[in-house]
């Protein structure tokens, strides 16, 4: 079905905040998302983009036990993903399977592989290994840190270390840096905090208070964006931590996630949540030279802009730049499907110049960046 200007929408039954790429499907363009709702069955809806790029297809619907507060997609196996989620009373996380002739079923359901048990607080994410098979997880409360062995085969999840952060930090989240699979960062109320995995130590962090979500580029080992309740995008080179080198203005409310593209040097997407004024929402999506942004807020349009990152003189990469006239304006185009905070953002490993956002009232948007970028 097609969605509002430009998108490619799907409409999910009840409210939802997370949305996964399909990173090990290689055949399509797939994605991952799970409802939020307290009273209702909740369900996990596995959606592909159709072959000429126009429909986004329902490929398999499952039933989940409580409310989804986050989902992630393993990056080896297809049917195999994480959630956290939330009985109203308690937090829990699961590694479930998809089965396998999900297709030729009546009413298919779920396996759950493995329990994720060791938590005594709120669950806030989980973390797969950044890329290829392996058997490593993390995931993150409120004040601790847990690397899990996973052996789906035996349906088994092993605490291989636990550290705890302090009860003063309250963990939020965290990114695994994919240049450097020994360390993570993870998000806290006052700092970004960077962990080796091999100690279970902290090793540095960045003072910043009300980080919502942090990412690494793909691409370049040395670059981490931060998403921020009020100073918006900070983009922050690991080698030198005092300062960000670059700022990027927030929006009226919060500045919720940041993604970073899975090939293109530098492509970002950030949303923001509600805010308190009765406008709509707003997604901004930037594209820059070391990252592209979208911005979600108030105002119910989305936004793609042009901007460096260095303070050097050297010009964006040709391949992300149409003509002069764009380099000199910053903003590039608008969208306007948006109608709700936008929580959830994945960009498509298989077609990285298309993402998905999911706004908080059910609805997916695909949409593709493609016409932005250099025709090769």
């Not at 983009?49 to 986004?56: I, P, R, Y």
């Not at 088994?156 to 695994?176: D, F, N």
């Not at 993570?184 to 700092?191: C, L, N, R, W, Y």
């Not at 608008?334 to 498509?348: C, M």
């Amino acid at each position: 079905m097609q969605g509002g200007s430009s998108g490619i929408g799907y409409g999910l039954k009840y409210q939802a905040r997370c949305i996964s790429d399909v990173k090990a499907d290689r055949d399509h363009t797939s994605f991952l998302t799970g409802t939020l709702s307290l009273k209702e069955e909740n369900e996990v809806h596995l959606l592909r983009l159709s072959s000429g790029g126009t429909e986004l297809i329902c490929e398999g619907l499952f039933s989940h036990p409580n409310e989804i507060w986050d989902l992630c997609s393993c990056p080896f196996d297809q049917r195999i993903f994480s959630t956290v989620f939330s009985t109203g009373e308690t937090y829990g996380a699961a590694i479930w399977q998809i089965p396998e002739l999900y297709g030729q079923l009546n009413s298919p359901q779920l396996e759950q592989i493995a329990v994720l048990d060791a938590h005594v607080g709120k669950i806030n994410c989980v973390l797969w290994w950044p890329s290829g098979r392996h058997d490593k997880l993390i995931s993150i409360d409120e004040e601790n840190i847990f690397l899990w062995s996973l052996d789906c085969s035996k349906k088994t999840a092993q605490v291989q270390s636990k550290e705890s952060a302090g009860m003063l930090h309250y963990l939020s989240g965290g990114a695994w840096d994919p240049h450097d699979v020994n360390c993570i960062a993870a998000t806290s109320v006052s700092s970004v905090q960077f962990w080796d995995l091999r100690t279970m130590k902290k090793t540095n962090s960045i003072d910043r208070a009300h980080v919502r979500s942090v990412d690494y580029s793909m691409e370049d080992g040395h670059i981490l964006v931060t998403a921020e309740d009020e100073s918006g995008i900070n983009i922050w080179d690991l080698r030198m931590l005092k300062a960000p080198i670059q700022e990027l203005p927030g929006h009226t409310h919060w500045t919720w996630a940041v993604r970073c593209n899975p090939e293109y040097d530098g492509l970002i997407l950030v949303t923001l949540s509600l805010s308190l004024s009765p406008s709509p929402s707003l997604l901004h999506i930037t594209l820059m030279y070391l990252v592209d942004l979208v911005s979600a807020g108030t105002d119910s349009t989305v936004n793609l802009w042009l901007a460096p990152t260095s303070s050097s003189d050297e010009l964006p990469p040709k391949s992300l730049v149409e003509t002069p006239t764009q380099r000199a304006d910053p903003l590039l185009n608008s969208y306007t499907d948006y109608e709700d905070s936008v929580y959830g953002l994945a960009w498509s490993s298989r077609e990285p110049w298309i993402f998905a956002s999911l706004s908080y009232d059910g609805r997916v948007v695909v949409e593709s960046v493609k016409p932005f970028l250099a025709k090769k």
